[in-house]
């Protein structure tokens, strides 16, 4: 687990410029802000086509992940032991607030500020606060770590 917390310039720098370049092809081809929660909404509406593309764009970042996983040399145990309570709290909380803030971290995070849009700067603002309030208050005042 200590490789998580160690500083990663150049891995964070390529990763960073993987991630640009994903969402600039992204927007470029299919007109769209490469955004997840708008990305999983876009599958709720039955009366809609099947949506191939938010399936197949869903099942390549879930196999992209596992794919990492299985990369020998970069072999990491996954966090357990966390209440479940507090996780399904935390999911709720998540979704409640990208419906509130009319998207996620990844639509105002990166193609947002991006284009120099006020509102997702505001709206990662508010997210990096409230993520440090959360990790503050879990860990010092629950004391979960």
Known sequence: MDFIT?????????GGILIALSSVFFLLVN????GMSGLIHGLLPPDKPFPLWR????????????F????????FT???????????IGGFCV???TRM?????????????????????????TFIF?????????RHIIGIY
């Open 101 to 125: 803030g009319h998207g996620c971290t990844s639509g105002h995070g990166v193609s947002g500020i991006a284009r120099l849009s006020l509102r997702s700067l505001i709206a990662t603002l």
């Open 78 to 88: 996954p966090r357990g032991h966390y209440p479940i309570l507090l996780l399904l």
């Open 6 to 14: 160690q500083f990663t310039p150049y891995r964070s720098l390529i």
């Open 68 to 75: 990492y996983f299985l990369i020998p040399s970069i072999q």
């Open 55 to 66: 399936v197949t764009f869903l099942f390549g970042l879930a196999f992209g992940g596992l």
């Open 31 to 34: 007109g769209r802000i490469a």
């Open 95 to 97: 979704g409640f607030g």
């Open 130 to 138: 409230t993520g440090m309030l959360s990790i503050y208050f879990i």
